[in-house]
């Protein structure tokens, strides 16, 4: 019974690990096993043909194998039906059958990882390029739907949506062509694409052809110099006429995706620098050539020579190579590292498909060349190396490059995109920009020898982030400003500066250095001011700054009577009069009281009851309480009043001993008038805020400028004058900002008072040359940096901030204030009334004693019997 038990077990533990799959190699080696080919010839496909080639396929692939395997072995197998399922140990599959059943049989041998070499009809979505090799059999001139299938299945045009202007006799003569285009499928991956046809009646001439073609393309010309991407498919023997009308109306921007189809009759003597001649950089456009060989053979038996050559080749191939490798290792070293099955094909349809594009005669007859044009930035890449143009036209600087080719055989062949601008923007190349220092826009850091060695602030920030997003580098070029001219001229002193900066005069070396197009753009913030009217652009706004204006700080008001703030006059008046009532009502409650013991002697007269109402607002209580019940409830409710009025007044006088009052101040430009003491109105020169005013409504703007004092230096800011409260001064808000900060840090308090009115928004951009081509793609990375938070961070990290002497600064030392005299000194007032008082009181005191009393007790005496 053990010995059965330990037999039981031993079968059971064999049988577990037979059950474990074990990751190995179980694909023979082309030295120990003959490759196994699957032949599929669709019989049904070929008799709809009129077709009948399995005779002539079994003769051409048996010569084929005997006179160019000489490495190695190959056993065929040949199938007269679609629907054969293969096992994994066949290597690969050669198809000939239409497109349904091509894609069914892929799927199928996917599941044994059997390479697939499909012959199947035209118009059919390429196999995966790295999986299996599909030939279509496109007859002469019908290449144009298998191009633009194979150009969406291979993303060579990735687009969503599509302009598809094409001659009538071309659609008429390619009826799949429309259905190509349109072509979507999730199991192909082939992505939908929304189409706008519009067909040309090419039976036109002369002029009205013109005025048909002008017509289609306005419904997708820019309206008002807005730029949308469109995409663009052109297949017309006026592709010409087109390019030239589209030009006028300005639609070969860089947003817009153009594609050529030059047809057959119009290949010869093709020059894409000729057609182009009127166009300007930055145009997106490529075209198609047709280069198909009109002597080649181009036949089904041809093809089959072909391929099955191409195949037997790579497997001579290998099986050379794995000779070669297997006798200088060891064969557990062999086991280890040679070919899956799946590496084994991989190389298979590599040494194929390199075998077919150099000795390939006629399976690609039909052959298309792809060009398209390198544009960004092209003219600022030449600018340093060619000093004489070579022709005299707006494309003299483009560069068309072939980026591949087509063909059924193999596809697209591509080493380039078809725009590469889309992508990839200027391609690094490298961009002159011209730029200034002017803090905190543009902040430039030299050397001793006076060279840019670094450079920051907002208006460099945002060039450094376009050049990231748009794919170029720069070099910085320094114009001189009016400040740096005027301080050279002057050698005037660096404390005689104004603080902060301005953007309204831009100098004119500025102006001159990018009005010739010669420069990219200007990192430059300027004023945005009669755009139409500069011989320059500007860029969307990057910020807008508001005037204001900069006064002393209102004083405190004193608090030399600060306890007696928390009441008004009112309260005060009533406290004294029910002070004076309450008194004689208690001395009379207590006077006539009915009984002789509920009589207090200590409030028989209305002195003493006086004192003890006194006493008891106080608090400081009293040395007899009414003994009749009317006397008690007078008492009690006085002190009820006498616990209101104390509260109240605490807490009244802890927040105004917190929280300080100050004189009026101005706060609004139209209140500067009413302050007699302000005799000084102080502008900087050369502000948007002058120019403005000249077309405002606003009187008070008009009177301020009537009678200001134009300033360049820090003397004639006099900012002292505006620390004594004789002038105020009209800036930007950033740049009296500034100023505070810096008495702020050198006097330790706030002694200015910043406008609560902000006005004139004055825009902020940057330079762009006025024929610019890029104008609409800088804004719209401007606007995502909007969007992105950058330019709101480059602010807050350059420009002054308001933390010195605002509202929450005050309120963070009100938080913290500690009491000091001019808080006390009412208090100590107070105390010295008493003082005063007091002795007043004991005077009095004093001379009644001295005049009644003492002249009572010196009177003499009278005895009468």
């Excluded at 150009?151 to 003569?173: H, S």
């Excluded at 189809?261 to 198609?288: H, P, Y």
């Excluded at 600022?380 to 068309?400: H, L």
């Excluded at 900002?737 to 008495?743: A, E, P, R, Y």
Aim: proline residues 3%; hydrophobic residues 40%; glycine residues 4%.
């Amino acid at each position: 019974m053990r010995s059965s038990a330990c037999l039981l077990l031993l079968f059971g533990f064999q049988l577990y690990i037979l059950s474990v799959p074990v990751a190995a190699n179980d694909f023979s080696s082309f030295l120990s096993a003959n490759g196994s080919l699957a032949v599929v010839v669709d019989h049904e496909y070929m008799a709809r043909h009129g077709q009948n080639i399995m005779a002539h396929f079994e003769k051409i692939l048996s010569d084929i194998v005997r006179e160019n395997l000489r490495n190695g072995g190959l056993n065929v197998r040949y199938f007269r039906w679609s629907a054969v399922r293969l096992k994994k140990d066949f290597l690969a599959a050669i198809t000939v059958t239409d497109c349904a059943n091509t894609w069914n049989f892929y799927r199928t041998t996917q599941e044994t990882s059997v390479l697939l070499i499909a012959i199947t009809d035209s118009d059919c979505p390429r196999l995966p390029l790295n999986k299996a090799l599909m030939v279509p059999l496109v007859e002469h001139g019908d290449e144009l739907p298998q191009i633009v299938l194979d150009a969406k299945v291979q993303q060579i045009l990735n687009w969503k949506t599509a302009v598809v202007l094409v001659d009538q006799t071309i659609l008429d003569d390619n009826s799949e062509l429309i259905k190509s285009i349109a072509h979507e499928s999730t199991t192909n991956h082939i992505a939908p694409i929304s189409l706008i046809l519009y067909k040309i009646d090419d039976s036109l001439r002369g002029q009205k052809k013109r005025a048909a073609l002008r017509h289609a393309l306005s419904h997708f010309a820019p309206i008002n110099h807005e730029q949308k991407h469109q995409q663009f498919l052109v297949v017309s023997k006026n592709y010409e006429d087109i390019i030239e009308i589209g030009e006028t109306m300005n639609m070969f921007h860089v947003g817009n995706q153009w594609m050529f189809f030059v047809l057959e009759k119009m290949r010869q003597g093709f020059d894409a620098s000729t057609v182009t001649i009127n166009l300007a950089e930055g145009a997106n456009i490529a075209f198609a050539l047709n280069e198909t060989k009109t002597d080649c053979m181009d036949t089904l038996n041809c093809t089959i020579a072909e391929v099955s050559l191409a195949l037997v080749t790579a497997i001579s191939q290998m099986t050379v190579e794995e000779q070669s490798l297997y006798g200088e290792i060891s064969d557990e070293e062999w086991e280890s590292i040679r070919f899956t099955k799946q590496e084994r094909q991989n190389e298979i349809l590599e040494y194929m498909k390199d075998y077919l594009k150099s000795n390939s005669k006629c399976a690609s007859c039909a052959r298309w060349r792809f060009e398209t044009a390198i544009t960004w930035g092209k003219s600022q890449e030449n600018r340093q190396f060619r000093t004489a143009p070579t022709r005299d036209a707006r494309n003299q600087n483009f560069e068309f490059v072939n980026f591949g080719y087509w063909s059924p055989l193999l596809g697209f062949v591509c080493q380039e995109l078809t725009f590469p601008h889309i992508a990839q923007h200027f391609r690094n190349i490298t961009m002159d920009i011209v730029t200034l220092h002017n803090p905190p826009w543009q902040i430039l850091t030299k050397n001793s020898q006076g060279v840019i060695v670094e450079h920051k602030g907002i208006a460099l920030e945002i060039l450094k982030e376009l050049s990231r997003a748009l794919n170029f580098s720069y070099y910085l070029h320094e114009a001189k400003s009016y400040e740096d001219e005027y301080a050279s001229s002057q050698n005037t002193n660096e404390s005689d500066e104004l603080l902060g900066s301005m953007t309204f005069g831009l100098p004119y070396r500025v102006v001159e250095m990018i009005q010739g197009n010669q420069f990219f753009m200007a990192a430059v913030a300027a004023t945005v001011e009669d755009a139409d009217k500069k011989p320059f652009n500007y860029t969307q706004p990057v910020s807008v700054q508001k005037y204001s204006f900069i006064t002393r700080q209102p004083d405190e008001v004193s608090r030399i009577y600060l306890f007696t703030a928390p009441f008004t006059t009112e309260t005060w008046g009533c406290l004294v009069g029910i002070i004076l009532v309450t008194a004689p009502m208690l001395y009379v409650i207590n006077r006539f009281a009915p009984l002789q013991e509920l009589q207090i002697h200590g409030l028989s007269s209305v002195k003493s009851c006086f004192w003890y109402i006194f006493g008891a607002l106080l608090q400081q209580g009293g040395m007899y309480l009414p003994r009749a019940d009317s006397g008690r409830l007078v008492v009690g409710f006085w002190w009820i009043v006498v616990i209101v009025l104390v509260t109240t007044y605490c807490g009244n006088l802890v927040a105004f001993l917190t929280f300080p009052k100050f004189q009026p101040g101005v706060d609004y430009l139209n209140q500067v008038q009413r302050h007699e003491e302000i005799s000084q109105y102080g502008l900087r020169n050369g502000t948007f805020f002058e120019k403005y005013v000249q077309r405002t409504t606003r009187e008070d703007f008009k009177h301020y400028l009537a009678r200001a004092i134009i300033y360049n230096n820090g003397q004639g800011e006099d900012i002292e004058a505006v620390k004594r409260g004789e002038r105020i001064n009209i800036d930007w808000r950033i740049n009296l900002q500034l100023v505070v900060q810096q008495h702020f840090e050198r006097d330790k308090e706030c002694r200015f008072a910043l406008g609560k009115e902000s006005f004139v928004d004055e825009q902020i951009a940057l330079i762009m040359p006025s024929q610019s081509a890029y104008l609409h793609l800088i804004n719209q990375h401007i606007d995502r940096m909007f969007r992105m938070g950058f330019i709101e961070r480059w602010h807050r990290t350059n420009l002054p901030s308001a933390d010195k002497c605002n509202g929450k600064s005050i309120l963070r030392q009100i938080t913290n204030h500690k009491v000091n005299m001019d808080d006390m000194q009412g208090c100590f007032l107070v105390l010295l009334l008493g003082f005063i008082v007091a002795v007043f009181v004991g005077c009095i005191e004093f001379w009644f004693y001295r005049l009644y009393v003492q002249s009572d007790s010196r009177k003499p005496t009278v005895f009468t019997n």
